[in-house]
C-alpha cells in the first residue's frame, strides 16, 4: 500500500509516503530497499523546499530520512548523515517550534529504534527534545 502511494502520489506528498515507506523497510531488515526509499524521500523533499523554502514538514522529513540512512550507513558515513540529519531538524524547528509537530517528530524518530542498536540518534533526539 505505502508503495503504491509513493509512485502514484503527488508531489506534495512523496516525501512523506517515501519516508514512511523507507522507516518500514528498515524495521523489516530490508537495508537496501530502505536506503533507496529515504534517499528518494530526500529528493523529493529538496524538490518541494525548493518551491517553497517554509514547507517546514519536508525539512522534517529530511532529518528522518538522514537518520535512518545514518543508521543503515558503514561507520564512514553515518557521523556525517546524523550532521545532516541534525541541520535539518534544526532548520525545521526554526521554521515551525508547535510542540505538536516537534511531538510527531520525535514520535516518527522513535520508529528508528528498533534499528538504533548503539544509539547513534541520541543526539538527534536531544535536538527535539530543547525545542
Known amino acids: 500500500m505505502i508503495a503504491v502511494a509513493h509512485v502514484q502520489g503527488t508531489p506534495k506528498h512523496n516525501h512523506l509516503a517515501a519516508v514512511v515507506r523507507g522507516v518500514i523497510l528498515a524495521r523489516l531488515d530490508q537495508p537496501d530497499e530502505a536506503k533507496m526509499a529515504l534517499t528518494s524521500a530526500i529528493s523529493h523533499a529538496d524538490k518541494l523546499i525548493e518551491q517553497s523554502p517554509s514547507a517546514f514538514h519536508a525539512k522534517y522529513t529530511r ?67 530543547r525545542s
Open 63 to 129: 532529518g528522518l530520512a538522514f537518520s535512518g540512512l545514518a543508521l543503515l550507513s558503514t561507520d564512514d558515513q553515518c557521523e556525517y548523515l546524523l550532521q545532516l540529519s541534525q541541520l535539518a531538524y534544526e532548520e525545521a524547528i526554526t521554521l515551525c517550534s508547535m510542540k505538536g509537530v516537534v511531538n510527531d517528530a520525535m514520535r516518527i524518530l522513535r520508529e528508528l529504534d528498533f534499528v538504533d542498536k548503539f544509539d547513534a540518534l541520541t543526539t538527534i533526539r536531544r535536538v527535539l527534545d
